[in-house]
C-alpha cells in the first residue's frame, strides 16, 4: 500500500513538472555571448543599474538575461537581508521592476508604489 502510495505522488510529481517545463519551452535563457551583443547593441539597460534597483531588496546572488514572452528579462536571484532566497523580474529594454517572488514578507521585500 505504502508503495502504490508512493508511486502515485511519484507520478503526479512527474506530470507537473513535465507541465511546467512545457509552459516554459518557450522561454529560454541568453548564452554569454548573447548577452554581450545585446548590450553592445543597447537592446538592454545594463545589468549593473538592474542591480542597483534591485539591491535595496538584498544581496545579488545570480543573474540571467532571459527571453519570457517575446521580451528580454533579467531574472535575478536575491538573498534578503532575513536570509530567505527570492527572484526578481526585472525589463531588460527599460529596467521596470516586473516581478518579485518569494513571499514578500518573509524576504523582507518592500514594495514601492513605483514598482
Known amino acids: 500500500m505504502i508503495l502504490v502510495r508512493s508511486l502515485l505522488v511519484g507520478l503526479v510529481l512527474g506530470a507537473g513538472a513535465a ?7 518557450a522561454d529560454r535563457c541568453l548564452s554569454p555571448n548573447e548577452q554581450k551583443a545585446k548590450t ?11 542591480m542597483r534597483s534591485v539591491k535595496q ?17 533579467y531574472v535575478l536571484t536575491v ?9 526578481a523580474s526585472v525589463d531588460a529594454a527599460n529596467g521596470a ?3 518579485l517572488q518569494g513571499q514578500d514578507e518573509k524576504l523582507g521585500i518592500v514594495r514601492n508604489s513605483g514598482e
Do not use: D, F, W, Y
Request: aromatic share 0%; glycine share 12%.
Open 19 to 25: 507541465a511546467v517545463t512545457a509552459a516554459h519551452a
Open 97 to 99: 521592476v516586473i516581478s
Open 57 to 73: 531588496h538584498g544581496e545579488i546572488i545570480h543573474a540571467l538575461l532571459c527571453e519570457r514572452g517575446g521580451r528580454l528579462v
Open 40 to 50: 553592445a547593441a543597447h537592446a538592454v539597460v545594463p545589468l549593473s543599474r538592474v
Open 79 to 87: 538573498l534578503g537581508r532575513n536570509g530567505k532566497v527570492g527572484q
